[in-house]
């Protein structure tokens, strides 16, 4: 036990030294070597290096002011005056012995490629402006770290340091309006939200200024988000979990009844990928975990809720719009770019609307959704070639068996997945198709359209015996393959092979089928390797999909916004209405008016509240629409006493 304890990997604080001034020695000439001044002399230090023999890239630091070259074999008492020490030299033994000296003299020592020696590391830095991020693999890999620095560049565009500024800009203001901490997280969690960064990357300062601002005042006056999503999906949930979380029909119906305790919108998004629940709240509380505890009721008892939890994200607001308009274009599936999620989107929407659960916000969202994934497959290449999941199984028979043309294949499932499926075997030669499904009619129905022949479900351990691929996609909550179906027809296939794709969400095939000796059984998960290969062409066009998604979150959070200003725009127009009967009434009874007369000055009177209310409600929506509506909806209730 205790040379186990010995050989576990360090654990590191990490922490910023202000190296201005101070002496850092650096024991090696080479390339790391190198990369070590350069950072340390980014820090402000003064460096010394002790090497016999310098690369060019170190030899031209040789005339900078603050580096000190020793040209030399590393000696006992060359660390002498140092504030750091690193130890790069080509030999171990000499690393070594620079930690040992560095221990003696109680100095900080950083040892290359020997991490148990280390008493701190040298990190990969990214700066942009005030901005400094650290990227370290702990001493195990500088050539890690620096492709994890190069990957987090990418993210991480010049515009984040002005960004960060911004924020940092606004910090005595938070402190001083949001006393309570749960304030001040609540208002960064959203501040740093990636659709502020895209508004102050697309439209400057003063719009993101100004969104912020409407986030202050939100969080100020107590508002809870407007729109909420909790889910799991291919990303963040294994298969064993996800297929829990794949309620049906039934189970979704029941989900959207019990939510309707919490929430006043509501919309299940259940696929074989993914199990996402769309929100409205109602009041002021979150209701996240009220969310995450029925969902664990419902679906999850036999699992612990702190694992379940785990696994769940929860998004809110443009956050929720993005990831739904993601979703919908096809760039959020486990296949780039798949079609069928596009009509679960919109089963989504009507099977909510059918039971009373769909409002203005969310048929607002769904709708602004099915328009992106439309967008998305009409303007860009991103569904232009045909890959899905049903595809992908096709793709990886044809790896593991080769050419399909001498390979008879047994379908079980005759709905969407199986019809793709099909439909891509045809495609690619399959010598022979057998479609079994429980209902016969369907089967029969399938395999007439490609060419195949529909067997009888009771007859599926002969089917399985005469067939070299099996790819099973059935809606079945258990297994419908199983070990006691498989086995026999094994023996009477006397140890030739038989290949099992599962793509069916709860699982078709017992987990214990790839145990027999023979079968080869792949799951859904095993095919995104496959999809990797496929997606060559469709990821190339992910930026533009990108864009369109970006232009409807935009559009969609003017909505939003927009929404704001309508309870002050009916309240308003109320008010005006009621002044208007009054006097109109009062000045008919006055007047002794007929009908005629009557219905003269009644439109009039209208007229002048139309003309009245037209540049309030025209200047209140464009000010929401630029995120700054807050100042002028408390005017306008102060002025007109609409509270």
């Known amino acids: ?99 040992a000296e560095a221990v003696e003299r109680n100095l900080l020592i950083n040892v290359v490629d020997l991490p148990e020696l280390c008493s701190f590391i040298v990190p990969s830095v990214i700066r942009r402006d005030e901005l400094t991020v650290a990227i370290s693999t702990g001493g195990m890999s500088p050539a890690m770290a620096k492709q994890v620095r190069q990957k987090l560049e990418e993210v991480l565009v010049p515009e984040y340091g002005p960004f960060l500024r911004l924020l940092g800009s606004l910090r005595p203001r938070i402190r001083r309006e949001l006393p309570v901490p749960a304030q001040r997280e609540a208002f960064w969690a959203e501040a740093v939200g990636s659709s502020v960064f895209q508004l102050f990357r697309s439209q400057g300062e003063a719009a993101t200024l100004a969104r912020l601002e409407e986030i202050l005042r939100r969080v100020r006056d107590g508002g809870s988000c407007r729109l909420m999503a909790v889910g799991l999906n291919h990303r963040t949930a294994p298969v064993e979990l996800r297929e829990r979380l794949a309620p049906g029909g039934d189970g979704v119906a029941a989900l959207l009844d019990r939510l309707a305790g919490v929430a006043g919108e509501r919309i299940v998004l259940a696929t074989c990928n993914r199990m996402e629940v769309y929100v409205v709240p109602r009041g002021e509380k979150d209701i996240d975990g009220e969310i995450r505890a029925l969902l664990h009721g419902l679906f999850c008892l036999e699992l612990d809720e702190a694992e379940l939890a785990s696994h769940l994200y929860t998004l809110r607001d443009e956050e929720a719009a993005r990831h739904l308009f993601s979703v919908a274009a096809g760039i959020d599936s486990m296949v780039l770019g798949e079609t069928q999620i596009l009509g679960q989107v919109r089963d989504a929407l009507d099977l909510a609307a059918a039971r009373g659960a769909v409002g203005s916000m969310l048929s607002a969202l769904f709708q602004r ?219 008919c009874r006055r007047l002794r008016l007929d009908e005629k007369q009557r219905n003269a000055v009644e439109a009039m009177a209208q007229a002048i509240v139309n003309k009245v209310l037209h540049s309030p409600t025209v200047r209140l929506k464009e000010q929401a629409q630029d995120g700054a509506c807050g100042l002028y909806v408390d005017a306008v209730r102060e002025l007109f006493d609409l509270d």
Not at 460 to 472: N, T, Y
Request: one cysteine or more; charged letters at 25%.
């Open 1 to 99: 036990m205790e040379a186990q304890a010995e050989n576990r990997p360090k654990t590191y604080f990490p922490a910023f030294l202000d190296l201005t001034g101070r002496i850092a020695v650096v024991v090696g000439g080479g390339d790391v070597a190198a990369r070590k001044v350069v950072g340390l002399l980014a820090a402000g230090a003064r460096v010394r290096v002790v090497a016999p023999e310098l690369d060019r890239s170190l030899e031209a630091m040789v005339s900078v002011e603050r580096v000190e070259v020793v040209r030399r074999e590393y000696r006992a008492g060359d660390l002498e005056g140092a504030f750091v020490v690193v130890a790069a030299a080509s030999d171990p033994e000499v690393n070594r012995a620079v930690a």
């Open 369 to 587: 959704a099915l328009a992106a994934g439309k967008r998305a497959r009409t303007e860009t290449a991103i569904s232009r070639s045909a890959v899905s999941v049903s595809h992908a199984a096709v793709e990886l028979a044809r790896g593991v068996v080769g050419d399909l043309a001498s390979s008879t294949v047994l379908l079980v499932g005759a709905g969407e997945m199986g019809e793709l499926a099909a439909r891509n075997l045809t495609d690619n030669g399959a010598a022979a198709l057998l479609v079994v499904n429980r209902s016969w009619d369907k089967a029969k129905e399938l395999a007439n359209r490609y060419g195949g022949v529909a067997v009888p479900w009771d007859d599926i351990g002969a089917a399985l015996e005469r067939a070299d691929i099996v790819i099973s996609s059935t809606a079945s909550p258990v297994p419908v393959i199983e070990p006691g179906l498989v086995r026999p027809a094994m023996v009477r296939r006397r140890g030739r092979p038989l290949m099992i794709v599962d793509i069916a969400v709860p699982r078709d095939v017992d987990p214990a089928v790839g145990s027999i000796e023979g079968v080869h059984l792949y799951d859904i998960d095993d095919l995104q390797s496959v999809v990797k290969g496929n997606l060559k062409e469709r990821e190339r066009e992910v930026a533009a999909v990108e864009a369109i998604v970006q232009e409807e979150v935009v559009a969609f959070s003017s909505w939003l916004r927009c929404q704001e200003v309508v309870p002050t725009l009916v309240a308003l127009r109320e008010r005006l209405e009621r002044i208007r009967r009054d006097e109109v009434e009062r000045c």
